[in-house]
T-cell receptor, first 113, second 116 residues
Framework: EAGVVQSPRYKIIEKKQPVAFWCNPISGHNTLYWYLQNLGQGPELLIRYENEEAVDDSQLPKDRFSAERLKGVDSTLKIQPAELGDSAVYLC???????????FGPGTRLTVT | AQSVTQLGSHVSVSEGALVLLRCNYSSSVPPYLFWYVQYPNQGLQLLLKYTSAATLVKGINGFEAEFKKSETSFHLTKPSAHMSDAAEYFCAVRLISNFGNEKLTFGTGTRLTIIP
């Protein structure tokens, strides 16, 4: 069974540019999460989806970050415009339902110069 | 507020020695606690979880953790370290956010180095 797939794995952009990350969860998983992991820190939840509905986006900086999960499967996280402080690893995870075990993807390492 | 604190950002042990990674939690209700492992350039993988059943929890790769309410601790141990155990380990607690949503809150992580 394929795990959570994320692309790209690495991204380098200049500040003020837009960037997008893509996540394909494990087949059949209804819940999808986006986490931010700063260097030397644990992951922090940005947004959680139940199917196509964002049920917890309280930690998503909505002035520059946006996310969507069309048809309740794949998801895209976007930053526009990117700032230097956005340099981090962006992790996607999925689970069968919201209280089930979360399976993490390998992450996208973003560097903003 | 509910949170976890990992004591020691870096731990080094010799191959074959005991591994002990410390985690203390703060929770006003019985917590659900987790340990995750992260290998370089990979996502997190669940090692084990405590969900109010047995206080001694066995996980994958020979790891186990004991929930001690009196000490508010959930330390991770392995009797004999292997070179392949070198990784970053995260303790996490499931808590209720201000908006009534459940979410995992992670500690800052402990990097485990195995000395040959």
């Amino acid at each position: 069974e394929a795990g959570v797939v994320q692309s790209p794995r690495y991204k380098i952009i200049e500040k003020k540019q837009p960037v997008a990350f893509w996540c394909n969860p494990i087949s059949g998983h209804n819940t999808l999460y986006w986490y931010l992991q700063n260097l030397g820190q644990g992951p922090e939840l940005l947004i959680r989806y139940e199917n196509e509905e964002a049920v917890d986006d309280s930690q998503l900086p909505k002035d520059r970050f946006s996310a969507e999960r069309l048809k309740g499967v794949d998801s895209t996280l976007k930053i526009q415009p990117a700032e230097l402080g956005d340099s981090a690893v962006y992790l996607c995870a999925s689970s069968l339902y919201s209280q089930a075990e979360q399976y993490f993807g390998p992450g996208t390492r973003l560097t903003v110069t | 507020a509910q949170s976890v604190t990992q004591l020691g950002s870096h731990v080094s042990v010799s191959e074959g020695a005991l591994v002990l990674l410390r985690c203390n939690y703060s929770s006003s209700v019985p917590p659900y606690l987790f340990w995750y492992v992260q290998y370089p350039n990979q996502g997190l993988q669940l090692l084990l979880k405590y969900t109010s059943a047995a206080t001694l929890v066995k996980g994958i790769n020979g790891f186990e953790a004991e929930f001690k309410k009196s000490e508010t601790s959930f330390h991770l141990t392995k009797p004999s370290a292997h070179m392949s155990d070198a990784a970053e380990y995260f303790c996490a607690v499931r808590l209720i956010s201000n908006f009534g949503n459940e979410k995992l809150t992670f500690g800052t992580g402990t990097r485990l180095t195995i000395i040959p």
